[in-house]
């Protein structure tokens, strides 16, 4: 079965950083295009960075919010994705999920809590 299970949320205050990890099995993180979402309280679950399969070249796409801020990468032998996050922001505030979208298939993990605040 599929699994895509973050880590790394927490709490820090603002100019801080946090590094999110998800770590996938059933599933190649070097084969599909991969995304970090995430959801504030009473907001819609927005886009915060994508990166394209290796064979495509692994671009990498960022929300204009986090542009700057934040850096989305893959270790395609440790099957894991990441997300890198500086200079945060009480805006920043969100469950962090992980998304690997494929044609026939949407794959989330369980999400985690990043709290930006003094």
């Known amino acids: 079965q599929v699994r895509l299970v973050e880590s790394g949320g927490g709490s820090v205050q603002p100019g801080g950083s946090l590094g999110l990890s998800c770590a996938a099995s059933?599933?190649?993180?070097?084969?599909?295009?991969m995304n970090w979402y995430r959801q504030a309280p009473g907001k819609q679950r927005e886009l915060v960075a994508s990166i394209a399969s290796r064979p495509s070249g692994s671009g990498t796409n960022y929300a204009d919010s986090v542009k700057g801020r934040f850096t989305i990468s893959r270790d395609s032998t440790a099957n894991t994705l990441s997300l890198q996050m500086n200079d945060l922001k009480p805006e920043d505030t969100a469950v962090y999920y992980c998304?690997?979208?494929?044609?026939?298939?949407?794959?989330w993990g369980q999400g985690t809590q990043v709290t930006v605040s003094s």
């Open positions: 059933g599933i190649s993180m070097s084969l599909n295009v």
């Open positions: 998304n690997v979208r494929r044609q026939v298939a949407d794959y």
